[in-house]
């Protein structure tokens, strides 16, 4: 029953990030309580890059944080592997008079120069941002000393029964109950020193991974 469970959450997520990309903004809206823009945006508080810099976007969606990067002077780019988003993103960005940088590629085979980037960043992924060849190419497109910054998740903090629904509608989504998980320990192997922190919105906590890239010669320093 539990694998049966599992598969109809995949099956669900996979059609919110395709055929049903078009709700996405609504979807995301609806369960942060309004906060989804904010809880995003605290990832541009640790890019750590002057304006100007590039920065790249893994899983760029309907395009909300791309719109943020370019408010804030990045030269930047995104990928994602769903053709939707894509379609939904390269719109959003047009409206906005926004220069379109987008490039449909998974993430453990990002189509870019070695240390292309002086950044990356990426909000509320799927698992894959945690894969092996992920972080490798990650890895290979920042510059030494870039920083890989991941939103991965967001807590309701109101402690009222509607905010306690959604807590228990993540849970039981699968996106609770990694709070032990050794963000150092894991991506040290892959050529990171990584930290989690976490920030404030309203009536939320929201986590932030910073994930440097960590080269022999700094080691040494």
Not at 65 to 72: K, P, S, T
Not at 163 to 170: D, G, P, Q, R, T
Not at 172 to 177: A, C, H, S
């Given at each position: 029953m539990r694998q049966i469970w599992i598969g109809l959450i995949k099956f669900g997520f996979r059609l919110l990030y395709n055929e049903f990309a078009w709700t996405?903004?609504?979807v995301s809206k609806a369960v942060s309580f309004?906060?989804?823009?904010?809880?995003g945006r605290q990832a541009l508080k640790h890019l750590n890059v002057p304006p100007g810099a590039r920065v790249l976007e893994?899983?760029?969606?309907?395009?909300?944080?791309?719109?943020?990067?370019?408010?804030?002077?990045?030269?930047?780019?995104?990928?994602?592997?769903?053709?939707?988003?894509?379609r939904i993103a390269a719109a959003k960005l047009k409206r906005a008079g926004q220069r379109v940088r987008l490039a449909r590629?998974?993430?453990?085979?990002?189509?870019?120069?070695?240390?292309?980037?002086?950044?990356?960043?990426c909000t509320f992924p799927a698992p894959f941002i945690l894969q092996a060849g992920t972080l490798r190419a990650a890895r290979r497109v920042l510059q030494?000393?870039?920083?890989?910054?991941?939103?991965?998740?967001?807590?309701?903090?109101g402690g009222d029964p509607a905010?306690?629904?959604?807590?228990?509608?993540?849970r039981?989504?699968?996106?609770?109950?990694t709070e032990d998980f050794d963000i150092s320990g894991y991506f040290a192997p892959h050529g990171f020193a990584?930290?989690?922190?976490?920030e404030q919105c309203q009536r939320s906590m929201v986590m932030v991974v910073i994930a440097e890239r960590v080269d022999a010669t700094q080691d040494a320093e």
């Open positions: 996405y903004d609504w309004g906060q989804w823009r904010c809880w893994i899983a760029h969606g309907t395009g909300d944080i791309q719109l943020d990067l370019l408010a804030a002077g990045y030269a930047v780019t995104g990928i994602d592997l769903s053709p939707h988003m894509g590629a998974s993430a453990d085979a990002l189509p870019f120069a070695d240390g292309h980037f002086a950044a990356i960043v030494p000393g870039g920083r890989l910054v991941i939103v991965p998740n967001a807590v309701l903090t905010s306690a629904a959604v807590e228990l509608l993540y039981l989504t699968g996106q609770r109950g990584a930290r989690l922190i976490t």
